[in-house]
């Protein structure tokens, strides 16, 4: 046997044995939560309204899109009629991708902090303990923002009603916390992407590039509802329901889709 004719052997036992790279081994698949015809798998709580009504429309789908809505023959004035729509089932370690923009002009009587406002909630309650005219589910929001034209105002900050966060080893207990994105002024679509690890980390993207990373989310014990949630059920969230909000602003969705993990 020739010397090459040993090289191409030996090479080629070699190659028998790489492993397999992780990066090489299939992912789990993308699956549409919002699927483009109608709200099945969902269920909707807003503020003052049973659970299950749909108030004023608010949440309807036209055009292949998830459309959140404030006609001003229902809602004549905004008074503070928080909602949010919830997908049917809980989830623990994914990723959840969101393309969103915000439209048209924020309905009369919404809060000056409501203007390009929305959220996408997360490792959230269900929507059967919420109280009536409860705001917000505890949960963790990833915050939405639209640029008013001005200002510098980022996406995918965090919110926390309800709960905590670790970040950086320290307990977080201010409301809300802004991420590194741009501002998106205009009617442009913006993609959000939340990596979710249980209560082990969780990050915010936006088109890709990560803006804001924390762990360990949990009940806030000094809350008035978290304690009532705390006699059932454990401090720390390692798990939760998924929805999106209507906060007077309209907004639509053309993709809610999630990449389950292994836990």
């Known amino acids: 046997m020739n010397i090459r004719r040993c090289v191409v052997l030996a090479g080629l036992m070699c190659l028998a044995f790489v492993p397999v790279r992780a990066a090489d081994e299939p992912q789990e698949k993308w699956v549409q939560l919002f699927n483009g015809k109608n709200l099945d798998g969902w269920t909707i709580k807003i503020k003052s309204h049973p659970l299950g009504e749909n108030f004023a429309d608010t949440f309807r789908v036209e055009d292949g899109l998830l459309k959140v809505r404030y006609d001003k023959t229902k809602y004549k004035k905004f008074r503070g009629q928080f909602g949010h729509i919830f997908y049917k089932d809980t989830f623990s370690h994914y990723r959840l991708r969101v393309e969103y923009r915000f439209v048209g002009e924020q309905a009369e009587g919404g809060p000056g902090w409501a203007i390009r406002n929305s959220g996408v909630m997360i490792h959230g309650e269900s929507p059967e303990t919420m109280g009536r005219d409860q705001d917000f ?50 009617e442009q679509w913006v993609t959000v992407e939340i990596e979710v690890h249980g209560n082990k980390l969780i990050r915010h993207k936006v088109d890709g590039k990560t803006v804001l990373e924390y762990s360990e989310p949990q009940l806030d014990e000094t809350d008035a509802h978290a304690k009532e949630l705390l006699a059932k059920q454990p401090k720390m969230l390692d798990r939760g329901t998924i929805s999106l909000q209507s906060e007077s602003h309209p907004v639509d969705f053309r993709k809610v889709e999630i990449q389950v993990l292994k836990e």
């Open 137 to 186: 589910p505890a949960s963790i929001e990833v915050q939405l923002l639209g640029g008013n034209g001005t200002e510098e105002r980022p996406t995918a900050n965090l919110c926390t009603p309800g709960t905590n966060i670790v970040m950086n080893g320290e307990l977080i207990t201010r409301h809300c916390t802004n991420s590194t994105s741009k501002t998106y002024h205009g």
